[in-house]
């Protein structure tokens, strides 16, 4: 493990090791925790910190307290052949938005299109990881959820709806184009990392509680986020909200409680997933070359001096993740609340022997 600065730096390897073995000491399987800890790395390793081993605390006191079932289980509560509404009964989402995604594909490479919306769901991370499944088998990919109401509508001064992602994921002949956008101009997850450093956010990203612009992370999450190009931002926060909600019979708006909020409040959400099977709508071949054509000519468009060449949606993550060459960052406080857990669930301590200096 190495120490830079307010950040320790752990191999990848490790670093889900370590996450595997807390997760498995509330009771969550070995194969369910695997899983769990391998999207936290990768989000980490994407650059996607805010969505990475930062949560990993907030899930261990969720397990505890029961908010989060070790042992749920998706359950199908009624399908058809292009559609199914599920129930996650409180599991970790990691674990049950795959199975959510890959029943969507199923059922669209037989009816063209799917759509799977699933109640009594938990927080579920990066949602683009959902879009690009679908996509890595050749479907278009749509993956959207709920949160608790961190957005005000505009010109108010009271969070009324949440920071709703919206995912979709498009297949090429070579990585697909992955748009993964929040609906606030930050995440919650980016400004309290800034809170932990001591850091000021920059303006723009949020109001205080009584709906001024602040700069002071603290105040910040207190308050509400701004909504990413104003009225649209929150136009599109409110369709996600409605679809996930409405489509799956689950929370919405004021009935989706905070993540952070106390562990033994439960915290459900509501999620939408959505495949297309492009195959069904006309030659597939044909489609990835399009779509490949078109990729390559945003590459290859005219640059403003100085910028650098132009990033395609979803491919910026991979190239971070390559960057970082097996390495993930944690910052202090995450990690001394990892090492608390270790000793409170009696383990003999985290092992990050195998990082290097």
Known sequence: MQDKGDDLTLQAASARAMATELIMATGVPEATAVAVASALVEADLQGKRSHGLLQLPVYLRRLKAGTIDPLGRLKILNQGAAFAVCDAQRMLGHAAAPQAMALAVKKARQAGVAVVAVRGATHFGVAGRYARQAASEGLVGIAMANTRPMIAAPGGAEAIVGNNP????IPTRSAPVVFDMAMSASSMGAIRMAAAAGLPIEPGLAVDDQGLPTTDPVAAISGMLAPAGGAKGFGLALVVDLLCGLLSGGTMGAE??????????????SWLFIAIDPSLFGDHTAIAARAEAYVQAVEASRRVPGTGGAHVPGRHGLDLSAQAKGQVRVSRPTMTALENFAVEFGMPGLDTAGDTN
Request: glycine letters at 6%; proline letters at 17%.
């Open 166 to 169: 919206l995912a979709v994921a």
């Open 256 to 269: 989706v409680a905070s993540n952070y909020g106390p562990p033994d409040d439960p915290a459900e959400c």
